[in-house]
């Protein structure tokens, strides 16, 4: 099958199958980082006899690489009309490049192995689920290590028990995870220590998620700005550590996903599709959470800026130091939804500067009094024209009186 390889989609990731060299051409030429796809794996999902034997040489045949789908990759990818199979959830498609052709096409022919056999697709797509959570998993790794606070320094200054259980929590896991990286597969004496873990996890989730609810339900509650900067300094201290605890859960969430989808394709891979996207829809339920409480602080943290913002001129120290705690817990959620794969995009509220704020105040002041003054001055021009008009007329009276006047005075002496 020269210059033809197979891509297979999963929404999250892409499979990219085919000869070695076709493989690697294609990618360099897509311009798509890639990690191995692990197609040895798949060898557990056939049972015995001839079966086993044709999926064994059909998967020798193939290399397979993974793609981590970015909006940029997926845009790239979309060209090539992936297709749904009948695997849920799962597109694929046949590309080549026939001839001189530079560029790869979509191509009907040859349809290979991973394309008409049911259960290496099915197969496939376990494996990129997989990947996938392992590859978010790496990125909360890089994530704890770049901020101030690490996750078990958070955990072991807390008193409370439900934290506390989650460090022999974090070992089972990490311990698993070692065995089945130099095993290759998960047995059932590490299923056994790994699957009673869910519940402890999920009880710390949940405490966090309290915690970040209780400093959203505080920021509400204060109205005036020295409380609201009070409040906010705390807000700022204890989100990132709860955030970085929520991290963690997750982290070893799709942790034990990773372990339990590989002894479903030990045990029953018939049921590996369903139980992928049950994990899959679980695991959405879980960021969902996640955000509407994350997302909640934000909007409390924002209203607060908002309102030291507007009230600046009255308190020029605590209304910026309101709007820079703000500032730092938003940048702290955005960063975290992203390791996290939520989509967020909350904008920073800008600190109102007092002078700013007093320039305002005084342009105000001066339009209002210019406004006055005009006013004035054509209040007085009416009033003078006014004067004028009575001062006229009040000269007019006494001059015509005084002509009176003298006109009687001059009959009276013509007469005597």
């Not at 197979?6 to 030429?29: C, H, K, P, Y």
């Not at 974090?170 to 059932?188: F, H, Y």
Request: charged share 25%.
């Amino acid at each position: 099958m020269d210059n033809e390889i197979q891509l297979i989609s999963d929404g999250d990731g892409l499979a990219v199958i085919g000869n070695a060299t076709d493989v690697e051409r294609f990618l360099v030429s897509e311009g798509l980082p890639s990690k191995d796809l692990g197609l040895q794996r798949l060898k557990s999902v056939f049972g015995t006899g001839a079966e086993v034997a044709q999926a064994g040489s059909e998967i020798a045949a193939n290399s397979g690489r993974w793609v981590k789908l970015t909006q940029e990759s997926a845009e790239r990818v979309k060209k090539f009309g992936l297709m749904e199979s009948k695997t849920p959830g799962v597109s694929h498609a046949m590309v080549g490049k026939p001839g001189s052709i530079k560029s790869w096409l979509q191509i009907e022919k040859g349809a290979g192995s991973f394309l008409t056999n049911p259960a290496l697709l099915s197969g496939a797509a376990g494996i990129m689920a997989q990947l996938a959570m392992q590859q978010t998993m790496d990125e909360i790794t890089d994530y704890l290590a770049t901020i101030d606070e690490k996750v078990d320094d958070v955990l072991r200054a807390q008193k409370d028990a439900v934290l506390a259980d989650m460090i022999g929590v974090d070992l089972v896991i990490e311990e698993a995870m070692t065995i089945r990286e130099q095993v290759g597969r998960v047995s059932e004496v590490t299923w056994s220590k790994v699957q009673a873990t869910s519940a402890t996890i999920a009880r710390t989730q949940a405490y966090a998620l309290r915690q970040l609810d209780a400093l959203a339900e505080k920021m509400e509650r204060k109205t005036k700005i020295g409380d609201l900067a009070t409040t906010a300094k705390e807000a700022e201290s204890k989100a990132q550590e709860w955030l970085a605890v929520l991290a963690r859960c997750f982290q070893l969430q799709d942790g034990i996903a990773v372990l339990e989808l590989d002894r479903v394709l030990d045990t029953t891979p018939e049921e590996l599709d369903r139980h992928r996207q049950g994990l899959r829809a679980a695991r959405q339920n879980r960021l969902d959470l996640i955000s509407r409480s994350t997302e909640r602080l934000v909007a409390r943290m924002n209203a607060a800026a908002g309102t030291a913002n507007a009230k600046v001129l009255l308190n020029p120290t605590k209304s910026p130091a309101v709007v820079q705690s703000s500032n730092h817990v938003t940048t702290s959620v955005h960063d975290f939804h992203g390791r996290l794969g939520i989509e967020s995009g909350r904008p920073s509220s800008e600190a109102r500067r007092w002078v700013d704020a007093a320039a305002e105040a005084r342009d105000k002041a001066l339009e209002t009094g210019a406004k006055g003054v005009e006013a004035a001055m054509s209040l007085g021009n009416e009033t003078l024209d006014r004067a004028s008009s009575v001062t006229g007329k009040l000269s007019s009276g006494i001059a015509e009186r005084a002509r009176r006047l003298l006109r009687d005075e001059e009959k009276r002496d013509a007469e005597g």
